[in-house]
């Protein structure tokens, strides 16, 4: 069963210097219970379409069905069903750890008993506890990765969003995540759609990759199938082929240091 | 849905405020050195109204704490904004409306407290006023705070970029308060003066509690101020409402 689907999903921004036509027509189908990485060079348009199917930014073009609920006509029900961590995350340094967990757990319909246990058992998910009465802007750049991820998982939502959820970790802290991705699937069927730079990790996390370009999808499939379709040992040389951007030549100058 | 969103979300701004005593009285301090340093000029002059200096400049300083105070508080959402956390909240199924309101209801709250402490003070100077008229008075700055502070979130989310919030708000504040006579009463004024004051929403709010003050209460001068306030009140409950359902607040 498809947990989304889309069809000639668009978007263009228009700027002082004219249209940025940064998501161009994407027809995506996402199983129920799949570990989806989405993956593509800096711009490519991953972040834009994860805001469009998140709700939070209007496609202009194209439509797209989300957890049952049509994204357009019914955001409330997709927001209830999805969790979505940005790429710059959204925590309020004003805040305490526990503040925040409560809070997004208030936003989300819980009682303040119930908001305040949810709190205590993600913190404990994410190796939080320590830092619950810590203000948000005295932790270091992973632990408030953490947090973040934290946030998005307070209504164990049935489809998680993750943008580039491990950049900033370090390698425990990145397994760590990883563990808690396998097992939000396996113990609790949810689907998780996550972009990475990190191709060991979409080759270690990911079932099926989609890579896109120019934000048009480039090709898709099993990293296995990606990798034996362009005769490629690593997923980093598959990509490399299929989005055209080869190392670059190198370049013997000296390097001019004054 | 709506009123539990705007009571989780008033909650949790009211405690950000608790946190910073700083924050609390700061929005007084410039009427409250208005009260104690140019009040004293005005005993006795001639003002062109009824009532006594005190009636006169009182309901002016109220107005200007409101005036200033809730229209720079659209500040705290382009922070919010720069956060991330506007977007996280956003991606909630929270009532888009509580969003605006929350916060709102947290400034409004605020300001009415900063508005007692004046005339408290004011009372200590010599300002002598009927209670219903003190009320009435707060009822306008609860109504003005509350559009205001609105319509300077709708105005810090709809600037293309951020930079440019300060000096709007200053642009139009200034004017604002200039042309309603928050000062000195309007009657003072040339007539051409006079003429550009009636464009500016304020002068009527500021003239009607002038009279609350005076004990005067079923005037036009009066009509026209309730009136002005729930144009405003009316005109920023639906553009603040229109922006935050704006997919792309
Ligand atoms: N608000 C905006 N206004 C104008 N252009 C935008 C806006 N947001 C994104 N873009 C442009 O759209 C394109 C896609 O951006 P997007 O953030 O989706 O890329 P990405 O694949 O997430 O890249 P990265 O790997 O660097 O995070 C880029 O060219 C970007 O400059
Ligand atoms: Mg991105």
């Not at chain 1, 998140?54 to 409330?76: E, I, M, Q, W, Y």
């Not at chain 1, 690593?234 to 299929?242: R, V, W």
């Amino acid at each position: 069963m498809a947990i989304i689907s889309t069809s000639g999903l668009s978007r263009t921004f228009r700027t002082k210097q004219g249209e940025v036509h940064a998501v161009r027509g994407i027809d995506l189908t996402v199983r129920a219970g799949e570990i989806l990485g989405f993956l593509g060079p800096n711009g490519a348009g991953k972040s834009t379409t994860l805001r469009m199917l998140s709700t939070l930014l209007p496609p202009t073009g194209g439509a797209a069905t989300v957890c049952g609920h049509d994204l357009l006509r019914d955001p409330v029900a997709v927001r209830r069903k999805i969790g979505y961590v940005a790429q710059g995350g959204g925590v309020d340094p004003q805040e305490t750890v526990r503040s925040e967990l409560v809070t997004q757990g208030r936003l989300y319909g819980l009682p303040r008993p119930e908001a305040t246990a949810r709190a205590a058992a993600l913190a404990r998910d994410l190796d939080l506890t320590e830092l619950l009465d810590r203000s948000t802007a005295a932790l270091s750049g992973g632990q408030r990765r953490r947090l973040d991820l934290a946030l998005g998982l307070t209504h164990r939502p049935a489809l998680l969003f993750l943008d580039e959820p491990t950049t900033g970790l370090d390698p425990g802290s990145r397994a760590a995540l990883w563990a808690l991705v396998r097992r939000l699937r396996d113990d609790h069927g949810t689907t998780v759609v996550l972009t990475t730079h990190h191709l060991d990790e979409a080759d270690a996390l990911a079932e099926r990759l989609v890579i896109i370009d120019g934000g048009a999808v480039a090709a898709e499939g099993s990293p296995a199938a990606l990798k034996a379709e362009h005769g490629a040992d690593t997923l980093q040389d598959a990509f490399l082929a299929i989005t055209g951007r080869g190392p670059a030549p190198v370049d013997t100058t000296p390097v001019a240091v004054q | 849905m709506l009123l539990h969103d705007t009571a989780v979300l008033f909650g949790r701004y009211a405690r950000q405020t608790l946190r910073s005593p700083f924050q609390i009285f700061f929005g007084a301090l410039t009427p409250l050195l208005y009260l104690f340093f140019f009040g004293p000029l005005l005993t006795g002059l001639p003002l062109g109204r009824a009532g006594d200096s005190w009636q006169v400049l009182v309901p002016g300083l109220l107005l200007q704490l409101g005036l200033f105070g809730a229209s720079f508080a659209g500040f705290a959402v382009i922070m919010e904004k720069n956060w991330g956390v506007l977007e996280r909240m956003r991606v909630t199924p929270v009532s888009r409306l509580a969003l605006l309101l929350g916060r709102t209801l947290r400034d409004t709250v605020l300001f009415l407290f900063q508005a007692v402490l004046l005339v408290l003070a004011a009372l200590l100077m010599g300002l002598r006023a009927p209670l219903p008229g003190i009320l009435v008075g707060f009822g306008f700055v609860t109504l003005l705070t509350f559009s205001l502070a609105s319509l300077s979130y709708v105005l810090a989310l709809r600037l293309p970029s951020p930079q440019e919030f300060g000096p709007a708000i200053n642009t139009l504040a200034m004017p604002a308060m200039l042309l309603s006579g928050l000062m000195l009463p309007m009657a003072l004024a040339p007539g051409w003066l006079d003429v550009l004051s009636h464009f500016v929403p304020f002068r009527y709010l500021v003239d009607a509690v002038r009279d609350a003050y005076t004990g005067h209460y079923a005037t036009a001068t009066m009509l026209y101020g309730v009136l002005a306030a729930a144009g405003l009140t009316v005109l920023a409950v639906t553009v603040g409402t229109r922006t935050f359902r704006g997919a792309e607040a």
